[in-house]
């Protein structure tokens, strides 16, 4: 019995270093996402963590900002949505699809 919980307990710590390892990679992937046609783009990490956020100009107006406001808005939303997607299916790979709670 013990013997058997020993191997668990390996496995788990086997498990959760590949998880740390994957964590520290997806710091370096990078997800982009736009909205209003490529007027706002925002650029996040594997870590839900904004790198850039670019406007280009045509889409500054002084007498429209909540447009602007919203495309921002929904440009990071989008990045940071597919960055979670990117580290789901990263860390699928390493539990092989368990859903552990607290993981992630």
Do not use: H
């Not at 307990?9 to 490529?38: F, H, I, N, P, T």
């Not at 790198?51 to 007498?63: F, M, Q, R, T, Y």
Request: hydrophobic share 45%; charged share 25%; net charge negative.
């Amino acid at each position: 019995m013990a013997k058997g919980l020993g191997n668990i307990m390996k496995q788990a710590q086997v498990m959760q270093q590949k998880m740390a390892r994957v964590q520290q990679e997806l710091e370096d992937k990078q997800v982009e996402a736009s909205a209003g046609g490529g007027m706002v783009t925002a650029v996040v990490n594997g870590k839900q963590q904004l790198l850039s956020l670019n406007i280009e100009k045509g889409v500054v107006d002084p007498e429209d900002v909540e447009m602007l406001q919203d495309l921002v808005v929904a440009a990071v939303n989008e990045a940071i949505k597919k960055s979670q997607d990117m580290m789901q299916e990263e860390m699928n790979k390493v539990t092989g699809g368990l859903n552990i709670p607290g993981l992630f």
